[in-house]
């Protein structure tokens, strides 16, 4: 919802998707694998894909049980083209995850605010401009 009806942000949102390759891959223009390498002590596959508006990097935990451990996303649209970082560990899937690990605790006092309330939410500071903007 806050992607497609406020038009917010939600970095590594693909990730967490039923079929991320069909998320990730239909726009990819370019991809690599750039060979192996270690994400806090487990090794990992590194690969990079291009798109016409970002690029992104992922790398895929080796052996029986692959999870992603971490997760680049370039922007090409903003001048200096800033990234998200997402390091990922204690992966779970399916009946691993505990189901009251989701369970909404809302603080007293709290005010209820609509992603349109909130003018910080944005992808891209306002210091920033994307390319090409005047």
Not at 1 to 7: F, Q, T, W
Not at 40 to 58: M, P
Request: aromatic share 10%; hydrophobic share 40%.
């Amino acid at each position: 919802m806050l992607r497609d009806k406020y038009h917010r942000p939600v970095p590594a949102a693909d990730l967490l998707m039923s079929d991320p390759y069909k998320e990730l891959m239909t726009q990819v223009t370019d991809a690599k694998d750039l060979g192996s390498g270690v994400i806090r002590g487990t090794e990992c596959d590194h690969l990079a894909f291009r798109t016409k508006e970002v690029d992104w990097q992922i790398w895929i935990a080796q052996g029986a049980r692959p999870y992603p451990c971490r997760y680049v996303i370039t922007s090409k649209k903003v001048t200096g083209w800033p990234q998200y970082t997402l390091d990922i560990w204690a992966w779970k899937a399916g009946t691993e995850v505990a189901s009251d690990g989701f369970k909404l605790a809302i603080p007293a006092g709290a005010k209820q605010l609509m992603p349109g309330q909130v003018p910080e939410l944005n992808e891209i500071p306002a210091h920033f401009s994307a390319k090409g903007a005047k």
